[in-house]
Protein backbone atom coordinates (compact mmCIF):
# COMPACT_ATOMS: atom_id res chain seq x y z
CA UNK A 1 0.00 0.00 0.00
CA UNK A 2 2.67 2.32 0.71
CA UNK A 3 5.19 1.38 -2.02
CA UNK A 4 2.23 2.07 -4.61
CA UNK A 5 1.23 5.22 -2.81
CA UNK A 6 4.77 6.99 -3.07
CA UNK A 7 4.98 5.40 -6.75
CA UNK A 8 1.88 6.75 -7.59
CA UNK A 9 3.08 10.43 -5.59
CA UNK A 10 5.98 10.59 -7.71
CA UNK A 11 4.48 10.18 -10.89
CA UNK A 12 2.05 13.24 -10.03
CA UNK A 13 3.23 16.81 -11.42
CA UNK A 14 4.82 19.17 -8.68
CA UNK A 15 2.66 22.44 -8.72
CA UNK A 16 4.05 23.83 -6.21
CA UNK A 17 6.57 25.20 -8.70
CA UNK A 18 4.31 26.13 -11.84
CA UNK A 19 5.13 29.76 -12.66
CA UNK A 20 2.05 32.47 -12.70
CA UNK A 21 1.08 33.66 -15.81
CA UNK A 22 2.63 37.04 -17.19
CA UNK A 23 1.06 39.69 -19.37
CA UNK A 24 2.74 41.93 -21.54
CA UNK A 25 1.55 44.57 -23.05
CA UNK A 26 3.78 45.98 -26.00
CA UNK A 27 5.57 43.91 -28.47
CA UNK A 28 8.37 45.81 -29.33
CA UNK A 29 12.21 45.33 -28.49
CA UNK A 30 11.99 44.86 -25.03
CA UNK A 31 8.49 43.41 -24.78
CA UNK A 32 9.53 40.77 -27.13
CA UNK A 33 13.23 40.44 -25.15
CA UNK A 34 11.32 40.34 -21.83
CA UNK A 35 8.65 37.40 -22.87
CA UNK A 36 11.35 35.26 -24.21
CA UNK A 37 13.26 35.62 -20.94
CA UNK A 38 10.55 34.78 -18.71
CA UNK A 39 9.67 31.83 -20.87
CA UNK A 40 12.79 30.95 -20.47
CA UNK A 41 12.88 30.39 -16.97
CA UNK A 42 9.40 28.46 -16.77
CA UNK A 43 6.47 31.88 -17.05
CA UNK A 44 3.41 31.46 -19.49
CA UNK A 45 3.78 34.52 -20.97
CA UNK A 46 0.19 36.07 -23.18
CA UNK A 47 0.98 39.40 -24.99
CA UNK A 48 -1.98 41.88 -25.09
CA UNK A 49 -1.63 43.35 -28.59
CA UNK A 50 -4.08 45.74 -30.94
CA UNK A 51 -3.05 43.35 -33.46
CA UNK A 52 -3.56 39.51 -32.45
CA UNK A 53 -1.71 38.07 -35.73
CA UNK A 54 1.08 36.39 -34.41
CA UNK A 55 4.95 37.80 -35.61
CA UNK A 56 7.47 35.54 -36.10
CA UNK A 57 9.21 38.66 -33.91
CA UNK A 58 6.97 37.23 -30.95
CA UNK A 59 8.60 34.46 -29.18
CA UNK A 60 7.04 31.32 -30.38
CA UNK A 61 5.66 29.90 -27.19
CA UNK A 62 3.82 33.06 -26.15
CA UNK A 63 -0.13 33.60 -26.61
CA UNK A 64 -1.15 36.99 -28.36
CA UNK A 65 -4.51 38.12 -27.42
CA UNK A 66 -6.21 41.73 -27.49
CA UNK A 67 -5.46 44.20 -24.65
CA UNK A 68 -8.66 42.86 -22.56
CA UNK A 69 -8.45 39.26 -23.11
CA UNK A 70 -4.63 38.87 -22.16
CA UNK A 71 -5.61 41.04 -18.95
CA UNK A 72 -8.19 38.58 -17.79
CA UNK A 73 -5.38 35.65 -18.15
CA UNK A 74 -3.09 37.04 -15.78
CA UNK A 75 -2.18 38.36 -12.09
CA UNK A 76 0.27 40.56 -13.39
CA UNK A 77 0.47 42.95 -16.53
CA UNK A 78 3.73 44.20 -17.83
CA UNK A 79 3.30 47.79 -19.21
CA UNK A 80 6.11 47.76 -21.88
CA UNK A 81 4.91 50.94 -23.59
CA UNK A 82 5.88 54.64 -23.69
CA UNK A 83 3.65 57.04 -21.18
CA UNK A 84 2.10 59.07 -24.27
CA UNK A 85 0.19 56.09 -24.83
CA UNK A 86 -1.27 55.13 -21.49
CA UNK A 87 -4.72 56.43 -22.03
CA UNK A 88 -5.82 53.22 -23.94
CA UNK A 89 -5.57 51.51 -20.25
CA UNK A 90 -8.48 53.88 -18.72
CA UNK A 91 -11.23 51.26 -20.57
CA UNK A 92 -9.63 48.34 -19.07
CA UNK A 93 -9.44 49.62 -15.35
CA UNK A 94 -12.28 47.91 -14.47
CA UNK A 95 -10.54 44.28 -15.56
CA UNK A 96 -6.72 45.99 -14.19
CA UNK A 97 -8.61 46.34 -10.89
CA UNK A 98 -6.63 44.31 -7.93
CA UNK A 99 -4.36 42.94 -10.01
CA UNK A 100 -0.09 43.98 -10.28
CA UNK A 101 0.96 46.18 -12.89
CA UNK A 102 4.36 46.86 -13.52
CA UNK A 103 5.43 50.15 -15.28
CA UNK A 104 8.99 49.44 -16.89
CA UNK A 105 9.47 52.89 -18.80
CA UNK A 106 11.84 55.55 -19.28
CA UNK A 107 11.62 59.00 -20.54
CA UNK A 108 13.41 61.02 -23.12
CA UNK A 109 15.03 63.22 -20.57
CA UNK A 110 15.35 64.19 -16.56
CA UNK A 111 12.66 64.99 -14.67
CA UNK A 112 10.54 65.13 -18.18
CA UNK A 113 6.75 65.12 -16.22
CA UNK A 114 5.86 66.43 -13.15
CA UNK A 115 5.43 63.12 -11.78
CA UNK A 116 6.95 59.60 -12.09
CA UNK A 117 5.64 57.37 -15.13
CA UNK A 118 4.41 55.33 -12.57
CA UNK A 119 2.60 57.69 -10.20
CA UNK A 120 0.63 58.81 -13.40
CA UNK A 121 0.20 54.91 -14.18
CA UNK A 122 -1.16 54.91 -10.75
CA UNK A 123 -3.75 57.58 -11.08
CA UNK A 124 -4.93 56.13 -14.21
CA UNK A 125 -5.85 53.02 -12.40
CA UNK A 126 -6.15 53.67 -9.06
CA UNK A 127 -7.24 49.92 -8.60
CA UNK A 128 -4.32 48.71 -10.00
CA UNK A 129 -0.81 47.37 -8.10
CA UNK A 130 1.68 49.71 -9.21
CA UNK A 131 5.06 48.38 -8.98
CA UNK A 132 8.05 50.31 -10.86
CA UNK A 133 10.84 47.31 -12.25
CA UNK A 134 12.76 46.91 -15.00
CA UNK A 135 13.93 49.95 -16.67
CA UNK A 136 17.25 49.63 -15.19
CA UNK A 137 17.84 46.70 -18.15
CA UNK A 138 18.05 47.05 -21.50
CA UNK A 139 16.37 44.30 -24.01
CA UNK A 140 20.36 43.39 -25.54
CA UNK A 141 20.79 42.53 -21.75
CA UNK A 142 18.18 40.35 -21.58
CA UNK A 143 18.55 39.10 -24.75
CA UNK A 144 22.29 38.07 -24.29
CA UNK A 145 22.20 36.72 -20.69
CA UNK A 146 22.55 39.69 -18.25
CA UNK A 147 26.60 38.28 -18.70
CA UNK A 148 27.67 41.14 -19.93
CA UNK A 149 25.48 43.57 -18.48
CA UNK A 150 23.84 44.92 -15.32
CA UNK A 151 22.22 42.45 -13.30
CA UNK A 152 20.47 44.53 -11.07
CA UNK A 153 17.09 45.76 -10.85
CA UNK A 154 15.37 48.54 -8.78
CA UNK A 155 11.72 48.28 -8.08
CA UNK A 156 9.49 50.35 -5.69
CA UNK A 157 5.72 49.82 -4.85
CA UNK A 158 2.83 50.97 -2.45
CA UNK A 159 1.65 47.32 -2.02
CA UNK A 160 4.49 44.90 -0.14
CA UNK A 161 3.21 41.98 -1.72
CA UNK A 162 3.21 43.30 -5.46
CA UNK A 163 6.85 44.43 -5.20
CA UNK A 164 7.62 40.78 -3.54
CA UNK A 165 5.92 39.14 -6.77
CA UNK A 166 7.61 41.10 -9.21
CA UNK A 167 11.04 40.83 -7.21
CA UNK A 168 10.12 37.18 -6.92
CA UNK A 169 10.08 37.03 -10.95
CA UNK A 170 13.59 39.38 -11.35
CA UNK A 171 15.08 36.45 -9.40
CA UNK A 172 13.55 33.91 -11.27
CA UNK A 173 15.37 35.70 -14.74
CA UNK A 174 18.83 35.40 -12.96
CA UNK A 175 18.92 39.39 -12.02
CA UNK A 176 19.32 41.32 -8.70
CA UNK A 177 16.08 42.85 -7.28
CA UNK A 178 16.37 46.04 -5.34
CA UNK A 179 14.03 46.81 -2.85
CA UNK A 180 14.06 51.35 -3.15
CA UNK A 181 10.85 51.40 -0.84
CA UNK A 182 7.63 53.19 -2.04
CA UNK A 183 6.54 54.29 -5.04
CA UNK A 184 7.68 57.93 -4.24
CA UNK A 185 11.01 56.45 -5.21
CA UNK A 186 10.10 55.89 -9.13
CA UNK A 187 10.84 59.41 -9.99
CA UNK A 188 14.69 59.03 -8.54
CA UNK A 189 14.78 55.67 -10.91
CA UNK A 190 13.19 56.94 -13.94
CA UNK A 191 16.33 59.23 -13.80
CA UNK A 192 18.78 57.20 -12.99
CA UNK A 193 19.24 55.38 -16.67
CA UNK A 194 19.45 58.76 -18.08
CA UNK A 195 22.13 59.88 -16.00
CA UNK A 196 25.83 60.05 -17.75
CA UNK A 197 28.47 58.95 -15.63
CA UNK A 198 26.56 60.82 -12.36
CA UNK A 199 29.93 59.76 -10.06
CA UNK A 200 32.05 60.39 -12.57
CA UNK A 201 31.81 64.36 -13.36
CA UNK A 202 33.99 65.66 -10.86
CA UNK A 203 36.81 63.72 -11.06
CA UNK A 204 36.99 63.73 -15.05
CA UNK A 205 36.61 67.39 -15.02
CA UNK A 206 38.93 67.69 -12.16
CA UNK A 207 41.88 65.23 -14.67
CA UNK A 208 40.82 67.45 -17.21
CA UNK A 209 41.64 70.71 -15.92
CA UNK A 210 45.00 69.45 -14.29
CA UNK A 211 46.26 67.83 -17.08
CA UNK A 212 45.82 71.13 -19.48
CA UNK A 213 47.64 73.18 -16.36
CA UNK A 214 50.04 70.34 -16.05
CA UNK A 215 50.36 70.38 -19.63
CA UNK A 216 50.98 73.76 -20.24
CA UNK A 217 53.04 74.17 -17.14
CA UNK A 218 55.52 72.50 -18.85
CA UNK A 219 55.18 73.95 -22.09
CA UNK A 220 55.89 76.95 -21.04
CA UNK A 221 59.29 75.70 -19.28
CA UNK A 222 60.93 72.95 -21.30
CA UNK A 223 59.69 74.64 -24.89
CA UNK A 224 58.96 78.26 -24.63
CA UNK A 225 62.03 78.79 -21.76
CA UNK A 226 64.39 77.21 -23.59
CA UNK A 227 63.58 78.35 -27.73
CA UNK A 228 63.39 82.00 -25.65
CA UNK A 229 66.82 81.92 -23.59
CA UNK A 230 68.97 79.00 -25.20
CA UNK A 231 67.68 78.96 -28.50
CA UNK A 232 66.90 75.28 -28.57
CA UNK A 233 63.76 74.24 -30.48
CA UNK A 234 62.46 71.44 -28.53
CA UNK A 235 59.00 71.53 -29.60
CA UNK A 236 58.65 67.80 -30.70
CA UNK A 237 58.33 67.37 -26.48
CA UNK A 238 54.90 67.98 -26.79
CA UNK A 239 54.32 64.22 -28.34
CA UNK A 240 56.25 62.38 -25.95
CA UNK A 241 58.19 64.03 -23.34
CA UNK A 242 55.85 66.06 -21.79
CA UNK A 243 53.01 63.32 -21.51
CA UNK A 244 55.20 61.02 -20.38
CA UNK A 245 55.83 64.58 -17.26
CA UNK A 246 52.10 64.82 -16.65
CA UNK A 247 51.52 61.16 -16.25
CA UNK A 248 52.84 60.64 -13.06
CA UNK A 249 51.85 63.68 -11.54
CA UNK A 250 48.61 63.44 -12.94
CA UNK A 251 48.63 60.00 -10.79
CA UNK A 252 50.48 60.77 -7.81
CA UNK A 253 48.66 63.96 -7.49
CA UNK A 254 44.92 62.37 -7.97
CA UNK A 255 46.26 59.94 -5.51
CA UNK A 256 46.86 61.78 -2.74
CA UNK A 257 43.66 63.53 -3.58
CA UNK A 258 42.55 60.30 -2.78
CA UNK A 259 43.11 60.09 0.43
CA UNK A 260 42.99 63.88 1.52
CA UNK A 261 38.84 63.96 1.98
CA UNK A 262 39.42 61.29 4.95
CA UNK A 263 42.12 63.16 6.73
CA UNK A 264 39.32 66.03 6.66
CA UNK A 265 37.15 64.27 7.56
CA UNK A 266 39.03 63.33 10.57
CA UNK A 267 39.91 66.40 11.83
CA UNK A 268 36.45 68.22 11.49
CA UNK A 269 35.51 65.10 14.08
CA UNK A 270 38.45 66.21 16.16
CA UNK A 271 37.13 69.55 16.09
CA UNK A 272 33.64 68.98 16.78
CA UNK A 273 34.30 66.25 19.02
CA UNK A 274 31.47 64.12 17.37
CA UNK A 275 30.47 61.98 14.03
CA UNK A 276 26.60 62.91 14.63
CA UNK A 277 26.52 66.02 12.10
CA UNK A 278 26.75 65.80 8.47
CA UNK A 279 30.10 67.07 6.74
CA UNK A 280 30.25 70.41 4.57
CA UNK A 281 28.17 69.26 1.05
CA UNK A 282 31.48 69.94 -1.13
CA UNK A 283 33.61 67.50 1.18
CA UNK A 284 30.73 64.54 1.04
CA UNK A 285 30.92 64.63 -2.56
CA UNK A 286 34.11 64.65 -2.41
CA UNK A 287 34.20 61.35 -0.41
CA UNK A 288 31.61 59.74 -2.69
CA UNK A 289 33.95 60.05 -5.57
CA UNK A 290 37.37 58.73 -4.08
CA UNK A 291 37.02 55.17 -5.86
CA UNK A 292 36.91 57.13 -9.35
CA UNK A 293 39.91 59.20 -8.78
CA UNK A 294 41.71 56.47 -7.28
CA UNK A 295 40.59 54.51 -11.05
CA UNK A 296 42.07 57.33 -13.72
CA UNK A 297 45.05 57.69 -11.50
CA UNK A 298 45.61 54.24 -12.16
CA UNK A 299 44.58 55.27 -15.71
CA UNK A 300 47.89 57.90 -16.00
CA UNK A 301 50.42 55.35 -13.79
CA UNK A 302 49.23 53.12 -16.25
CA UNK A 303 50.01 55.89 -18.94
CA UNK A 304 53.49 56.56 -17.17
CA UNK A 305 54.76 53.21 -17.45
CA UNK A 306 53.38 52.47 -21.39
CA UNK A 307 55.38 55.82 -22.21
CA UNK A 308 58.56 55.44 -20.16
CA UNK A 309 58.93 51.30 -21.54
CA UNK A 310 58.73 53.00 -25.70
CA UNK A 311 61.27 55.77 -24.42
CA UNK A 312 64.37 53.69 -25.85
CA UNK A 313 62.77 53.95 -29.11
CA UNK A 314 62.82 57.31 -29.54
CA UNK A 315 65.47 59.03 -31.45
CA UNK A 316 65.71 61.78 -28.88
CA UNK A 317 67.28 59.07 -26.47
CA UNK A 318 68.68 57.30 -29.52
CA UNK A 319 70.55 60.48 -30.62
CA UNK A 320 71.54 61.59 -27.28
CA UNK A 321 73.25 58.01 -25.77
CA UNK A 322 74.97 57.79 -28.96
CA UNK A 323 76.71 61.59 -28.62
CA UNK A 324 77.82 60.61 -25.30
CA UNK A 325 79.58 57.15 -26.63
CA UNK A 326 80.93 59.31 -29.50
CA UNK A 327 82.14 62.07 -27.22
CA UNK A 328 83.94 59.88 -24.74
CA UNK A 329 85.57 58.34 -28.01
CA UNK A 330 87.43 61.50 -29.39
CA UNK A 331 87.86 62.47 -25.83
CA UNK A 332 89.54 58.81 -25.25
CA UNK A 333 88.31 59.17 -21.92
CA UNK A 334 85.80 56.84 -20.23
CA UNK A 335 83.23 57.82 -18.02
CA UNK A 336 83.29 56.28 -14.28
CA UNK A 337 80.75 54.92 -12.56
CA UNK A 338 79.07 56.90 -10.36
CA UNK A 339 78.10 54.66 -7.63
CA UNK A 340 76.01 57.10 -5.80
CA UNK A 341 73.72 57.93 -9.17
CA UNK A 342 73.44 53.98 -9.48
CA UNK A 343 72.21 53.63 -6.09
CA UNK A 344 69.51 56.46 -6.91
CA UNK A 345 68.88 54.95 -10.20
CA UNK A 346 67.74 51.74 -8.93
CA UNK A 347 66.04 52.83 -5.89
CA UNK A 348 64.47 55.37 -8.47
CA UNK A 349 62.88 52.08 -10.76
CA UNK A 350 62.67 49.68 -7.67
CA UNK A 351 60.40 51.90 -5.87
CA UNK A 352 58.48 53.04 -9.18
CA UNK A 353 58.08 48.71 -9.77
CA UNK A 354 56.64 48.68 -6.55
CA UNK A 355 54.27 51.65 -6.75
CA UNK A 356 52.67 50.70 -9.74
CA UNK A 357 52.25 46.97 -8.18
CA UNK A 358 50.34 48.36 -5.25
CA UNK A 359 48.82 50.68 -7.16
CA UNK A 360 46.99 47.97 -9.30
CA UNK A 361 46.34 45.90 -6.23
CA UNK A 362 44.43 48.73 -4.79
CA UNK A 363 42.67 49.51 -8.57
CA UNK A 364 41.32 45.87 -8.79
CA UNK A 365 40.01 45.82 -5.52
CA UNK A 366 37.75 48.95 -5.94
CA UNK A 367 35.89 46.82 -8.56
CA UNK A 368 32.45 45.40 -7.61
CA UNK A 369 33.01 42.36 -8.68
CA UNK A 370 36.13 42.01 -6.47
CA UNK A 371 35.12 43.74 -3.80
CA UNK A 372 31.66 41.82 -3.47
CA UNK A 373 34.21 39.14 -2.18
CA UNK A 374 35.88 40.19 0.30
CA UNK A 375 34.69 41.65 3.80
CA UNK A 376 34.85 44.95 5.25
CA UNK A 377 38.11 44.43 7.47
CA UNK A 378 40.37 43.07 3.44
CA UNK A 379 38.50 45.43 2.14
CA UNK A 380 39.76 48.42 4.35
CA UNK A 381 43.36 46.97 4.84
CA UNK A 382 43.73 46.96 1.23
CA UNK A 383 42.32 50.14 0.48
CA UNK A 384 43.92 52.33 3.50
CA UNK A 385 47.03 50.58 4.39
CA UNK A 386 48.14 49.61 1.25
CA UNK A 387 46.81 52.62 0.01
CA UNK A 388 48.61 54.70 1.96
CA UNK A 389 51.83 52.38 1.61
CA UNK A 390 51.35 52.73 -2.29
CA UNK A 391 51.35 56.73 -1.73
CA UNK A 392 54.59 56.51 0.21
CA UNK A 393 56.42 54.82 -2.47
CA UNK A 394 54.93 56.72 -5.64
CA UNK A 395 56.02 59.69 -3.27
CA UNK A 396 59.53 58.30 -2.51
CA UNK A 397 60.05 57.59 -6.52
CA UNK A 398 58.91 61.23 -7.39
CA UNK A 399 61.45 62.44 -5.01
CA UNK A 400 64.38 60.53 -5.70
CA UNK A 401 63.99 61.67 -9.14
CA UNK A 402 62.65 64.97 -8.72
CA UNK A 403 64.12 65.94 -5.31
CA UNK A 404 67.41 66.92 -6.90
CA UNK A 405 66.38 70.40 -8.30
CA UNK A 406 65.06 72.04 -4.76
CA UNK A 407 68.10 73.08 -4.25
CA UNK A 408 69.58 73.91 -7.52
CA UNK A 409 68.52 77.09 -9.03
CA UNK A 410 68.85 76.25 -12.75
CA UNK A 411 65.50 74.30 -11.85
CA UNK A 412 63.14 77.88 -11.11
CA UNK A 413 62.69 78.91 -14.98
CA UNK A 414 61.10 82.19 -14.56
CA UNK A 415 61.36 81.55 -10.92
CA UNK A 416 58.80 78.79 -11.07
CA UNK A 417 59.71 75.05 -9.61
CA UNK A 418 59.56 72.15 -11.53
CA UNK A 419 56.64 70.02 -12.73
CA UNK A 420 58.40 67.08 -10.38
CA UNK A 421 58.74 69.79 -7.01
CA UNK A 422 55.38 70.77 -7.70
CA UNK A 423 53.80 67.35 -7.84
CA UNK A 424 54.92 66.31 -4.43
CA UNK A 425 53.07 68.87 -2.41
CA UNK A 426 50.33 67.22 -1.85
CA UNK A 427 51.15 64.00 -1.31
CA UNK A 428 53.98 65.17 1.44
CA UNK A 429 50.99 67.20 3.01
CA UNK A 430 48.71 64.23 2.89
CA UNK A 431 51.33 62.09 4.25
CA UNK A 432 52.47 64.32 7.06
CA UNK A 433 49.04 64.74 8.30
CA UNK A 434 48.43 61.42 8.67
CA UNK A 435 51.66 60.59 10.48
CA UNK A 436 50.21 63.43 12.80
CA UNK A 437 46.65 61.56 13.02
CA UNK A 438 48.59 58.02 14.13
CA UNK A 439 49.94 59.37 17.49
CA UNK A 440 48.32 57.95 20.08
CA UNK A 441 47.16 61.06 21.62
CA UNK A 442 45.02 62.01 18.54
CA UNK A 443 44.26 58.80 17.30
CA UNK A 444 42.45 57.05 20.21
CA UNK A 445 39.85 59.71 20.85
CA UNK A 446 39.45 59.91 16.78
CA UNK A 447 38.53 56.28 17.05
CA UNK A 448 35.95 56.75 20.69
CA UNK A 449 34.44 59.69 18.39
CA UNK A 450 33.72 57.34 15.54
CA UNK A 451 32.72 54.85 17.88
CA UNK A 452 30.03 56.96 19.35
CA UNK A 453 31.29 59.12 22.10
CA UNK A 454 30.95 62.84 21.79
CA UNK A 455 32.61 65.32 24.04
CA UNK A 456 29.31 67.31 24.40
CA UNK A 457 26.74 64.73 24.78
CA UNK A 458 22.92 65.69 22.63
CA UNK A 459 21.21 63.93 25.30
CA UNK A 460 23.20 64.32 28.80
CA UNK A 461 22.67 61.10 31.19
Not at 193 to 220: D, E, H, N, R
Not at 221 to 226: A, E, F, G, K, V
Request: with cysteine; aromatic share 12%; charged share 15%.
Amino acid sequence: MNKNSSSIMALAPNTSNKRETVCIFGTGDFGRALGHKMIQSGYPVVYGSRSTQISNLIPKDAEVLSHAEAAQKAAIIIIAIPRQHYNFLTPLAEILHGKVVVDISNNLKLNQYPESNAEYLAQLLPGAKVVKAFNTVSAWALQSGTLDASRQVFVCGDDMEAKQMVMNIVRALGLTPLDQGSLMAAQGIENYPLQLFPMWKFPIFLSIGLTVFFFFYCLALDIIYTYIYEHNNFSFFIAFTIPNRVCPVMALVLLALVYLPGLLAAIIQLYRGTKYRRFPDWLDKWMLCRKQLGLIALAFASLHAVFTLASPLRSFVRWRTSKGIISQALNNRTEPLDHTNAWLSDSYLALGVLGYFLFVLVGITSLPSVSNNVNWREFRFVQSKLGYLTLILCTAHTLIYGGKWFLSPSAYKWYLPNIYMLSLVLPCTVLVVKFVLVFPCIDKPLTKIRQGWERTPRYPE
